[in-house]
């Protein structure tokens, strides 16, 4: 069964600051990994979607990288503002199968 | 992405009644998949909708607490059935949705339950 873990639970950082945000997976036989961030209350926002074969994907100040080998995802945040405060969640889809296993989240609150 | 417009966004409800969700989405798609979020937690899968056929359920959900309906390719409901102060959660319907400039899931606003 897929277990998909994140680390750090929560992180405050300075706007202005590059930072990492984790997560891992225990079984590497992914379809593909999504990143969304859901801002509190609220439903969930695509932010980007990595296919198994590949490494990384960008989309202005994001990087999402993928090493299924080790089960593992990195997203990038460049340059970080207030307005990216939210929880970022890491879903993972399996081969063979259409559903979606979530992350645990990480909380950011970028400080002014 | 396709669009999906959720209903209610929020409501509170009283113990033993029950609550129909609904989703709407701009696209015909083939599955759509009902989550919820208990407070502080992450996302777990109730069941996937197929349209012409009964839903799937994940292992802690039934049919009988959790009814699904699917009647075409862009619309389903949930209801929250015979509610207790555990069920209140945010529960959001999710699609797989592809076209030339998107390709991933997408989901509803979600809706806030309270249940007193």
């Known amino acids: 069964k897929q277990e998909v873990t994140q680390i750090p639970a929560a992180l405050s950082v300075p706007e202005g600051e590059n930072l990492v945000l984790n997560c891992s997976f225990t079984d590497s036989a992914i379809y593909n990994l999504q990143w969304f961030r859901q801002d509190p209350g609220k439903g969930l926002t695509s932010l980007l979607l990595?296919?198994?074969?590949?490494r990384e994907q960008t989309s202005g100040r994001l990087n999402a990288s993928l090493d299924k080998s080790s089960g593992r995802s990195t997203l990038y945040i460049a340059a970080s503002q207030p307005g990216d405060s939210a929880t970022y969640l890491c879903a993972v889809r399996d081969f063979g199968n259409e559903k979606l296993t979530f992350g645990t989240g990480t909380r950011l609150t970028i400080i002014p | 992405s396709a669009v999906i417009s959720q209903k209610p966004s929020r409501d509170i409800c009283q113990r033993g009644t029950s609550l129909t969700i609904q989703c709407q989405v701009d696209?015909?798609?083939?599955?759509m998949f009902w989550y919820r979020q208990q407070p502080g937690q992450s996302l777990t899968l109730i069941a996937t909708?197929?349209?012409?056929?009964?839903?799937?359920?994940e292992s802690g959900f039934v049919i009988d607490k959790f009814p699904i309906s699917r009647p075409n390719l862009t619309f389903s409901t949930l209801t929250v059935s015979n509610m207790s102060p555990e069920d209140s959660s945010i529960y959001l319907c999710?699609?797989?949705?592809?076209?030339?400039?998107?390709?991933?899931?997408?989901f509803g606003s979600g809706t806030r339950l309270t249940v007193v």
């Open positions: 999710s699609v797989f949705f592809r076209d030339l400039q998107y390709y991933g899931y997408t």
């Open positions: 990595i296919q198994s074969s590949q």
């Open positions: 909708a197929n349209q012409g056929s009964e839903a799937t359920y």
């Open positions: 696209s015909q798609v083939t599955m």
